[in-house]
């Protein structure tokens, strides 16, 4: 540990590039174009946490077998945008509404409210049927989380108790953390399709049956679970011709979700945040309205002074932090909007508010310092040599993702 700290921070540097590079090649969906690129580039993988907070390398490659699937899946996702074009699945879905609970048991439903917090200390399972808890004068939050994480993750806790702290809301965590857990992150893309299809039956039978109504419905969707909470809109809209009203994505995943995506088509208000933007998380607007806090992309602020792999897991959960602060303050964070106005960001954002709008939720020099480095080596390559040196160096244990 002789190195400088200037040395160091130039380290830093190197590494979040090779991790962006990966990204950058995964962005193209497109079968060829992506292995190409993948291919020229020498990177197929990126980093994230697993449940246990380790490390784990996990793979962008796929096979034939995994292209033809990813195909479908994406070419089924744009036929839901054209909701005009599916009569045939809508009337098939809707023959039989009782039939929505009969899921694998892939995909949980967990109800939180004040009263079962305070008296139970767990939700209630609605995967067992049970709607005696279910208050429909209340507003609902559908709260979806993203890779490798389950309904007990931190994303689902914070936010979960914000919003019970401060309203008198109905909380359903989903839970599709038997999907969501494999470590071949393309297996999670290519079930969001179905999980989607369950979660837009169950929502459309709280409308249709428990009688919620359909502005009283808002999804928040953390990273992976952005895309499927927007999924799930696409499929209420196409599918039972019902539009929830808003949904919030948290740095919508990137990998693979350049084309389709989290939008406007979703809900009567899609709004996003982007912290991790070009790497774990997507940069482009797709909402009505897109927040780009401290420029929407790595490091955020506190996640500079970290090593290489977490400085992105970092980034993007910041997106939900950012998000959990504004249910307890809703006017802690404005923004300078594209249309000349201000907005808050989380929360509190009108829907009314459009454009993409910036913010800083920290003013340290040192980020930008850090941004104007960052830049300077961003036409550079790495090694594969390199990277494990860096990873060595800051003693950083990668897992393969060789685990199924
Ligand atoms: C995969 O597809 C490519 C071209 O599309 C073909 O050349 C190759 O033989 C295929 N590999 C397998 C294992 O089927
Ligand atoms: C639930 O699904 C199982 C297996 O797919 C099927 O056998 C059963 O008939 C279904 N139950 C109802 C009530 O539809
Ligand atoms: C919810 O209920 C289903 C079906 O009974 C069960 O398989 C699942 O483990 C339960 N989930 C939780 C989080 O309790
Ligand atoms: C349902 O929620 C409303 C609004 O919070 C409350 O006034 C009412 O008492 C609740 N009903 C029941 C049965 O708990
Ligand atoms: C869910 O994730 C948390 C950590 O985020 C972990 O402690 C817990 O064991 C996981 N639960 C299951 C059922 O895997
Ligand atoms: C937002 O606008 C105000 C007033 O025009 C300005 O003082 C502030 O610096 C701007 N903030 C950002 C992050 O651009
Ligand atoms: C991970 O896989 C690579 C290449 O397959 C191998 O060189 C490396 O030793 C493995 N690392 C661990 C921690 O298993
Ligand atoms: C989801 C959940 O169980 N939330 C909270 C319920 O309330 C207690 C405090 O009263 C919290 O500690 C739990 O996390």
């Given at each position: 540990m002789k190195v400088t700290h200037s040395l160091k921070r130039i380290l830093f540097v190197c590494a979040v590039n090779l991790v962006c590079f990966s990204c950058v090649a995964s962005n193209k969906h497109d079968g060829h174009k992506f292995k190409k690129e993948q291919a020229k580039l020498g990177v197929d993988?990126?980093?994230?946490?697993?449940?246990?907070?380790?490390?784990?390398?996990?793979?962008?490659?796929?096979?034939?077998?995994?292209?033809?699937?990813?195909e479908e899946f994406y070419n089924n996702e744009k036929l839901f945008a054209d909701h005009k074009k599916i009569g045939r699945l809508r009337s098939a879905a809707l023959k039989d509404m009782n039939d929505a609970f009969n899921f694998s048991n892939e995909v949980h439903f967990i109800l939180y409210t004040r009263e079962l917090n305070d008296s139970i200390g767990t939700g209630v399972n609605l995967t067992t049927f049970d709607f005696k808890e279910y208050n429909i004068t209340r507003d609902t939050k559908i709260i979806f989380h993203g890779y490798m994480e389950n309904g007990s993750s931190d994303f689902d806790l914070v936010i979960t108790n914000s919003y019970l702290k401060v309203s008198d809301v109905n909380i359903i965590v989903v839970d599709w953390s038997y999907l969501s857990g494999t470590y071949l992150y393309t297996k999670a893309v290519m079930s969001l399709g179905e999980v989607a299809d369950y979660c837009a039956k169950f929502v459309a039978y709280l409308i249709r049956?428990?009688?919620?109504?359909?502005n009283q419905l808002h999804f928040i969707g953390f990273s992976l679970g952005a895309h499927l909470a927007g999924f799930?809109?696409?499929?209420?809209?196409?599918?039972?011709?019902?539009?929830?009203?808003?949904?919030?994505?948290?740095d919508p995943a990137a990998p693979l979700f350049e084309e389709v995506n989290l939008n406007q088509q979703d809900a009567n208000f899609v709004d996003i945040i982007h912290t991790d933007g070009h790497i774990l998380g997507l940069y482009k607007a797709t909402g009505h309205v897109d927040f780009y806090p401290n420029g929407g992309v790595s490091p955020q602020p506190d996640c500079?002074?970290?090593?290489?792999?977490?400085?992105?897991?970092?980034s993007h959960t910041n997106s939900w932090k950012l998000y959990s602060e504004t249910i307890i303050n809703e006017h802690l964070y404005t923004a300078n909007c594209s249309d000349d106005k201000q907005y808050p960001m989380g929360k509190g954002t009108p829907i009314e508010a459009r454009g993409n709008c910036i913010l800083s939720t920290d003013t340290d020099q040192a980020m930008i310092w850090f941004k104007n480095l960052k830049q300077e080596f961003s036409l550079l390559h790495f090694s594969n040599k390199l990277v494990s040196k860096i990873f060595n160096f800051f003693d950083i244990k990668i897992f393969n993702d060789t685990v199924n």
């Open positions: 993988f990126v980093y994230f946490p697993d449940m246990k907070g380790q490390t784990r390398r996990v793979s962008l490659k796929y096979d034939n077998h995994t292209q033809v699937k990813l049956v428990v009688g919620v109504k359909q799930t809109g696409k499929r209420l809209r196409a599918i039972y011709s019902e539009t929830i009203q808003r949904i919030s994505g948290l500079y002074n970290i090593n290489p792999v977490e400085i992105d897991i970092c």
